[in-house]
Each structure stands twice: as C-alpha cells, then as structure tokens.
C-alpha cells in the first residue's frame, strides 16, 4: 500500500467543552481531533471492480487496530513511508483535504471527538457525509454509509444511530473514504439529538483525560504471578488479557532481566500453560500444559533453547514440586472413587456432599532428567505434599482425618517420609494446622496456623475470649527436641505465607488493610517491615541463591505492578507496569485515610475515595462499603467490588474496617467469634454517622451501602436495625445463620470458628434474632439481592428465602441470579453486567436515575 502526504488543517486548542443544551434539540459537533488523510494505491487487478465497490472495500479493510485507539492531539500514527499526527478543529463541519497526487487512487481520513457523560444517557447521533463513512462507538462500529452521494447539490447521505451510554468518557471515531476520482465536498456533519432529561450531562470534548471505567479494569492486560531463578537473574512474568468479544482470556509468559527489566523471551500462542517453577540451579523453567488426554509437564532450558516433556499426558494431575538439588519432581495423582449410578447415595460424613470428596490424592517421584517414576504414598486417606527437606532426602506430608468431637472437626497428622526407605515418623497432630516448611539448615520447622494450634502457646486473648482462628500465627518447631516457639504471638498482623531464606524468614501480612512483606530474624526475634511500594503484595518468590525477591501486587490508585527487591538494602525497583499504557489517561480521586473510635474506644481504620473531579462545595450521594468478617478490606486495585470505579461514576465510596478481622491482634479479630453481626453492625451505623458529620459534602439522605459473603448478611442485618440508607446491595448474603450452617459447603465449618461450640439448638439468640429473614418486616430500605444459581459457599436459597419474605411484606426488593456462576461471578460477560446493575441500582435509588436500571430489566 502506498501512502501520500494528506490535507493541512487551522490547529486550535480547545479552552471549553460543547455542552448539550437544556430542551428537546439537536446540537452540532464543532470539536474534532483529525488525522490527515492518506492515498492508497489499489491492489493489483483492482480495477475488475467498479469504484463504488473498491471504496466500500476499503472503508471495511482494517488498516489499523482501531481497538485500542484513544487519540490525544499531537500523537503519531505510523505509516508506511510518513507518520500522520492527530490534530484538533473547532469547525463544526471539517473539510477533509489532502494534497491529491494520484487522480485515480481513493484517499482515507479519519475523524473523532469524545462524548463525556456524568450520567446514564440516551442519545440519537446523526453523521453526514457526501462520501463513505463508517462510525465507531468505543471500538464497535454502529453505523455506515457505503455509497457516494451522485451530484454536488445533493443532501449529503446519513448515517443516523439511537445508543446508550454509560456515565464517563466515550470515543467516536469515524472513518471516512473518497472513492478515485470524486470531485464531491468531502466534509463531516455530525449532530447529537437528546431528550430534555439528559440536560447538562453530555459534553462534546477533545482532550483525552478520563474516568476509570469497567472495560478498563476488565480488559486490561492482567498480571498473574512472578518468579525468580534460582540465581536471581532471570524472572518469570505471567500475563492474561480477556477477548471482550469471546470473553475468553489468553496466558502467556515473559521472561525478563531482574537487572534492568529487559524482556528476554516471550512464550505466547494459545498455550494452555499453568503452574511455572524455576529449577533450583541454571536458567531453566517448567510449566504444566493441560489438554484432554492429561496434563504434560514441561522443562525449558533458556540457554540450551531446549524443551523437553518430562511428564506426558497423565490424568487426573495435580500440583508439583522441585526437589532443592533439582534431581526429581514430587507430583500428585487424584484417584477418582468409584462412580455409584443406581441414583441414591448415603452420606459417610458431613463433607460428602462435597463434589469429589470421596476421591483420594497420593504423591509420586519422577526422576529428572531420566524419568523414572516411583509411587510414594497410598491408603484410605489423602496425603498432601508441604515441603521437601533441603538435603533432598526426607519430604514433609499431612493427612487430614475426620473428627466431630471438638472443633474444627478434622485433625491434621505431620508425617516425614524417608525417600530412600520409604518409612514415615509422625511429627506432629492436631488442629489449626495450615502449612509447614524446613529451615535452610533442616533442624526446624517454620509452621503456619491457628492460634491454637499449640494450644495455649500461640494465643493472646482476653479472659473469656475464644481466639479467631483465621488469624493465622507463625511457629518455629524443632525437629530433634519437638519444642515450639510461638513467632507471631506478640506481632498484630496476620501470616498469610512464609518463605525461609538464609537465616531471615519473609512473612507476607495481612497487616490492617494492607497487605506487606516483613523480615523476621530468629537469633533475635524481631520484625522488620519491608519496604515494597505497593499497599498490597499478592504473592513473592526468592531465588535459592541470590538475595533477590521478586512479588507483584497493586495499590489504591495502581494497577498490578512486579518489581524486584534487593535483600542486602531492601531496595526495590520496577520490573513491569503491564497495564500502564492502558490506563494511561485515566484521572483518579484521592484516597484518604478516614478513622473514628467505636464505642469500646477502639480506633476502627478505613478511607474515603473521592471521585476525580470531586467538589467540596457540592452535594454527592455516597457507597458504603465492609465486609465485616474475618478479613479487612484491603487496598488493592480493581477486584470484585471496585471502589474507583464507583467513585469514578460520582460516589464518595466510605469503607470501613469493623472489629473482628484479622490484621489488628488476636485481641481484635477474636471479637468475630461468637458475634455474627451485632458488634459490627453498630460500629457500621456509629461509624457512618461520625462519618456524615465529618463530611458535610455528603448528602445524608442518599447512602448507599454493601457487601458480599458475609458482607452481604452484614447488609442485609443492617436493614433490619436502621433507616439511614436508601438503598442497599448484598450479593450471596447470608439471611438465616441457620440454612446457611447446614446446607453451605462450608457452614458447619467456618461456624466453628465464627460460632464456636454454639449451635442452632443452644443459641437461638445468634442464628434466629440476627438472621435478616426472621426480622424482615424490620426492613425499609430498597434492597438488590444478588446471587450465582451455583453458589455452594452460600447457597442461592439464602437470597432466594429473603426475596420472598420482602415480596410478601410489600418491600421494595429486586433478586437477580447469574446462571452458571458459583460464590463469585467469573464469566467474563455476565460480570460486565452484574457489575452494571449494582451501579445501576445505586443511580437508581441514590441519584434518582432510574433509565438504566430500567434499561438492563425491561419489565
């Protein structure tokens, strides 16, 4: 395709935004960014086809992905002999010239403007044009023209399309083509039609700064892990992006230089790769690539370029380990239990009704590079890999036992296994138990767990408080004298993992609500709070053999980052900001701490984002946002329940950290035991009403609040003891303790420890006076119940009985279920729109903007 130099256009920078008028009208676009337009030589044979054709051709053929355009005034866009710079216009119909240099070659140009919202809209855009155009909404073409008008004093064609926009910022680019040879005006006509309701929300503008919006944070490139090699050289990205069209994701992996983030290699092209280690020495990697005749394990060598199937095609494949002298693997095999077809089944346990249960996981060795496979373990009872020793010799397994005799009805057994005899030694039994792994020098054990996991030695509560335990402690256990020292007694955060390295243990925290790495030196027993940049870390790696850390988390207002920390100066830089070209114009509020004392005299944390143009002299409807049971809020960017965003669409979004999580000291999150919602409940009322009168930019009479899991019992509770919101959303709440206890998956086992030895028969003043559907004539607010038709944590009927009651009652209450999804909405789709109803909901109730809820549920 050749290219020549295009049209030269008056640049004007833009001082105001076109604002829409105030009555039934329509309004001409007279801000315009322009990129020059171009000639294009036809292909070979072209011309067995008439011009009219050829041109249409040409207005469909992609010369660029359009996609991922966000034009900004001054920016580039490659050619193949000269660039084109976007440029602006204050015309309200831009004459496209262009130095004509080939009479019988067609010429293409494009056009676009932003249309900036601050609420839901319905508009009717109208383009005109004497030549071909095709108009794009945010990527989507929705109109065409693809014929040429025949005379000059004709009407220019048009194009004319009703859409629906979202509050934010929204691009419109068209794309326009002049068939060889025609002498008609090439000029663009474009208007905007609204109904009166729509008055002073809609700004025709140029400049590209916008809100973060859900494509943003659904389609953004997403960062999955990060690990090192074993000389700390080299690291492992993982990377994912979604398909909005399909919905589906693709994975890839970047290698790159812990020195200077240089990108070495790319492994990319629909691999189904998963599960990435580093081998203990040189620059080689494995991965597991599934499929449907198994899973395959691989081995990449990076400097031999080399790659070699160590493991092919096994079925039923678990997880998988390195030994430390990188001679052999330690998998494990699911052995499916016999399948029963006469259609009745009798429950051994509790936890058969469990899908797969019954069936049963052993650990294996493969030898590496030979190959040879050697079982380790069977029997009647699952064995669980938790370490390899550092001498390669011994490996550290449990198997877990039912036992309904005292909480949490299961108990854990520490075996050691001798790898040359095969013999084991029980270490250690009981309850609490999460994980364990060896010291470097193999005489401990660091283990993971609940307080009471050695009894009274890891506690730290109040007389007559039973700890919380979710709130996982450290232990250091001695493999010779079987003496344990509680590490984390004395230290409020929560010990999410570990790893040993040398002689200083990393700990990742739950640390109120961030997320932070510390050092913990065993010679003198202290902690030292890393320095990582981020407010929340989601995982680190260290390299066997370097002082070298790489981790990956986000922060309030960033997105996911990897960086690499030196452990000699704890001196941290940037390995990859994926996102950062992404969301490079997108304008954040400030995030600002916001504390207040409970009634105990507990200082309670939480923070208040603000929307990007927000406006202490102005009135704004506010979210309040908690969880409200074992874990805090934390700060991280995106998730389920994204506060920018909200924030983004006009809300002051209030979150609060109400006792009972971890994070703040056993003393703290024992107070979830045997509460289930009282306490936390009025710290939320108490709290926000502090909140109110702090904050005088908040309008009192249009709160909003909510929550998911047990957030969503929190909403649901707080209705039936206050009036002070006027609309609330609970997505898979929890309405009656009680069906919750005995149908979820996991109700009889996360009430042992938030009930602890109390019981549907002992203790009706929990699980009956604090259900929200024994008190559901308590209940004014407009309520949006949420839910996934698959839900096993809490099952649908939670939000299904409570809908019904409400319905009963004659309170305003909507129930909406996702087909397919279990307690989280993962389908790319059905998220785009259950994340819109929630705000469409809140607009609804709290901005008196009814359209787009209106709009997603016709009635």
């Known amino acids: 395709m050749k290219i020549s130099l295009s049209f030269m256009l008056l640049r004007l920078f833009l001082l105001f935004p076109v604002f829409l008028a105030a009555?039934?009208?329509?309004?001409?676009?007279?801000?315009?960014?322009?990129?020059?337009?171009?000639?294009?030589?036809?292909?070979?044979?072209?011309?067995?086809?008439?011009?009219?054709?050829?041109?249409?051709?040409?207005?469909?053929?992609?010369?660029?992905?359009?996609?991922?355009?966000?034009?900004?005034?001054?920016?580039?866009?490659?050619?193949?002999?000269?660039?084109?710079?976007?440029?602006?216009?204050?015309?309200?119909?831009?004459?496209?010239?262009?130095?004509?240099?080939?009479?019988?070659?067609?010429?293409?140009?494009?056009?676009?403007?932003?249309?900036?919202?601050?609420?839901?809209?319905?508009?009717?855009?109208?383009?005109?044009?004497?030549?071909?155009?095709?108009?794009?909404?945010?990527g989507k073409e929705i109109a065409s023209k693809k014929s040429v008008s025949q005379k000059r004093e004709e009407e220019p064609g048009k194009t004319s399309k009703e859409i629906e926009l979202e509050s934010g910022k929204h691009l419109l680019l068209i794309k326009t083509v002049r068939p060889a040879g025609s002498e008609l005006p090439w000029q663009l006509d474009c208007t905007v039609s609204f109904d009166d309701k729509y008055a002073g929300a809609v700004q025709i503008v140029t400049d590209a700064g916008r809100p973060?919006?859900?494509?943003?944070?659904?389609?953004?490139?997403?960062?999955?892990?990060?690990?090192?090699?074993?000389?700390?050289?080299?690291?492992?990205?993982?990377?994912?992006?979604?398909?909005?069209?399909?919905?589906?994701a693709e994975s890839w992996i970047e290698i790159r230089s812990t020195k200077d983030a240089a990108l070495q290699s790319t492994f990319r092209g629909g691999m189904k790769l998963s599960s990435l280690q580093w081998l203990p020495t040189g620059h080689v990697f494995s991965y597991t690539e599934n499929g449907e005749a198994g899973t395959s394990l691989w081995v990449v060598d990076l400097e031999k370029g080399s790659s070699t199937v160590l493991l092919k095609n096994i079925k039923d494949f678990g997880s998988y380990s390195w030994a430390p002298n990188g001679e052999f693997v330690i998998y494990n095999i699911t052995e499916k239990a016999e399948e029963d077809n006469s259609g009745l089944k009798k429950f051994h346990s509790i936890q058969d009704r469990w899908p797969n249960f019954r069936d049963k996981d052993f650990l294996y060795r493969v030898n590496y590079p030979g190959g040879m496979r050697h079982r380790l373990t069977a029997g009647k009872t699952s064995t669980e890999l938790e370490a390899i020793s550092p001498d390669s010799r011994s490996l550290l397994f449990k198997r877990t036992r039912i036992d309904y005799r005292e909480r949490p009805y299961s108990k854990s057994t520490l075996y050691r296994l001798d790898l040359q005899t095969l013999q084991t030694d029980s270490l250690w039994d009981g309850n609490w138990f999460s994980s364990a792994q060896w010291s470097p020098d193999g005489g401990k054990l660091l283990l993971l767990g609940g307080p009471s996991m050695f009894g009274e030695v890891g506690r730290k509560v109040g007389d007559g408080q039973i700890p919380n335990e979710f709130d996982t402690q450290a232990y250091l256990f001695d493999l010779n004298t079987h003496t344990v020292q509680a590490v984390s007694?004395?230290?409020?955060?929560?010990?999410?993992?570990?790893?040993?390295?040398?002689?200083?243990?990393?700990?990742?925290?739950?640390?109120?609500?961030?997320?932070?790495?510390?050092?913990?030196?065993?010679?003198?027993?202290?902690?030292?709070?890393?320095?990582?940049?981020?407010?929340?870390?989601?995982?680190?790696?260290?390299?066997?053999?370097?002082?070298?850390?790489?981790?990956?988390?986000?922060?309030?207002?960033?997105?996911h980052q990897a960086l690499v920390l030196n452990l000699e100066n704890n001196q941290h830089r940037l390995l990859l900001d994926p996102a950062k070209n992404e969301l490079a114009f997108v304008q954040f509020g400030q995030v600002e701490p916001w504390s207040f004392t409970n009634a105990r005299g507990r200082s309670i944390q939480g923070r208040v984002y603000y929307p990007p143009d927000f406006d202490a002299d102005k009135k704004y409807p506010c979210i309040v946002y908690y969880y409200g049971g074992v874990v805090p809020t934390s700060r991280d960017f995106g998730g389920r329940y994204p506060k920018n965003l909200y924030a983004a669409k006009g809300y002051v979004v209030y979150v609060l950290q109400p006792s009972g999580a971890v994070g703040y000291g056993q003393d703290f999150s024992a107070l979830h035991t045997n509460d289930w919602g009282k306490i936390v409940a009025d710290e939320i009322i108490d709290g926000v009403k502090q909140f109110l009168a702090a904050h005088p930019f908040v309008d009192k009479n249009r709160l909003g609040c909510m929550g998911a899991s047990y957030g969503g019992f929190m909403t649901e509770l707080l209705q039936t003891r206050t009036n002070i919101f006027a609309a609330a959303v609970s997505h898979a709440g929890?309405?009656?303790?009680?069906?919750?206890?005995?149908?979820?998956?996991?109700?009889?086992?996360?009430?042992?420890?938030?009930?602890?030895?109390?019981?549907?028969?002992?203790?009706?003043?929990?699980?009956v006076d604090q259900s929200a559907l024994f008190n559901a004539d308590k209940i004014n607010t407009p309520l949006l119940l949420l839910h996934g038709d698959a839900d096993t944590n809490v099952p649908p009927g939670e939000s299904r009985q409570l809908f019904a009651a409400l319905k009963i009652l004659g309170k305003e209450v909507e129930l909406i279920e996702v087909a397919g999804q279990n307690h989280w909405i993962l389908d790319y789709k059905k998220r785009l729109k259950w994340k819109s109803s929630i705000l469409a909901w809140f607009d609804k109730w709290l901005k008196n903007q009814p359209q787009w809820w209106d709009t997603l549920y016709k009635d």
């Open 212 to 248: 973060l919006n859900l494509h943003l944070l659904l389609d953004r490139t997403m960062l999955r892990s990060v690990s090192v090699s074993a000389d700390g050289r080299l690291a492992a990205v993982v990377l994912s992006k979604v398909n909005p069209e399909s919905g589906k």
């Open 23 to 138: 009555a039934d009208q329509t309004v001409t676009v007279n801000r315009w960014l322009l990129l020059p337009a171009f000639e294009v030589a036809p292909p070979a044979f072209s011309g067995e086809k008439d011009k009219s054709t050829a041109a249409a051709d040409l207005l469909e053929y992609p010369f660029f992905d359009t996609g991922n355009w966000w034009p900004v005034e001054g920016d580039e866009i490659t050619l193949t002999e000269e660039n084109r710079e976007w440029d602006e216009s204050d015309t309200d119909q831009p004459a496209i010239d262009y130095n004509k240099k080939h009479a019988d070659w067609p010429a293409v140009a494009y056009a676009a403007f932003y249309l900036q919202t601050d609420r839901w809209v319905k508009l009717n855009l109208e383009t005109a044009s004497h030549q071909l155009l095709s108009v794009r909404l945010n």
């Open 489 to 559: 007694r004395d230290f409020n955060p929560s010990i999410n993992s570990a790893g040993w390295h040398d002689k200083r243990i990393y700990f990742l925290t739950q640390d109120g609500e961030y997320k932070r790495i510390y050092s913990f030196n065993p010679d003198d027993n202290k902690f030292k709070e890393i320095e990582s940049g981020l407010d929340v870390v989601n995982r680190f790696d260290l390299a066997d053999n370097a002082d070298v850390m790489v981790y990956y988390g986000s922060s309030a207002t960033s997105a």
């Open 734 to 767: 929890i309405s009656s303790i009680s069906s919750y206890w005995g149908e979820g998956y996991w109700g009889p086992f996360y009430s042992a420890i938030a009930t602890a030895n109390s019981f549907p028969w002992n203790r009706k003043d929990i699980y």
